[in-house]
């Protein structure tokens, strides 16, 4: 049997990093984890174990660190492009390189003491290769209820449908949603700000709302509308179902009030919205 080396990378997998802008009384911090991965001209040290192209995962560490030190941390996708064009410029083996950062958020108590903001996540992801560089920007853990105006109804049935017809009950989600730039947006932090706001604008106005799959289309869509330098959105959507609980045994009505939120099994909603004109993805999604 014969058999070739395919596609291939390496890296350093969540470094992490948190930096403290001490200037002045007021200080800024930055939480932040980092992950690195490089492919190209790497052949050899998977086929003979030739390490002569391979720049060590520690250092790629020690560069995050260093860039931190050296340039700060304001907006993720600046230090994303900074990292990864070094990583190609600096090794002629690397022909691409990846990084993708996750900024852990928190909120202000005074000058200089925080609280952590819980589990949503900022993300970012920069590709580049020697000619040019793709931004991804999203976040995660994003959590969204509407208490009433979600329906599902007029679906197909089979020998195995048991799930009645909805006509008024709760939807939520825990939103993964990832946004392409058509080029290196002006503010970053503006930007992503209000990217965010049209997900859940639109989350929050999408009523009465027949499906998640019609909320998700609506959420990206809005995003595309309001922000001229994105071209794509891709979105995930678990459906954090909410079961009506039978009160009948207790001798109690339950008019749609009383709930058991359900962790799994769930309903996965998964979609992408593009500008008819968006350009080639290219190894934005690698």
Known sequence: MSTVLGDNRYGKAETRLVRVARDGDRHELRDLTVTTALAGDLAATYLTGDNSAVLPTDSQKNAVYAFAGRFGVDQPEELGLRLARHFVDGQPAVHRAQVSIVEHGWRRLGPHSFERAGAEARTTTVTCDADRAWVVSGLSELVLLNSTGSEFWGFPRDAYTTLPEAKDRIMATSVTARWRHAAQAGDWRASYEEARQALVDAFVETVPSLSLQQTLYAMGRRVLDERPELVEVRLCLPNRHHHLVDLAP?????????????????????????????????????
């Open 250 to 286: 207790f001798g109690l009505d339950n008019p749609n009030e009383v709930f058991v939120a359900a962790d799994r099994p769930y309903g996965l909603i998964e979609g992408t919205v593009l500008r008819e004109d968006a350009p080639p993805a290219g190894l934005a999604w690698w």
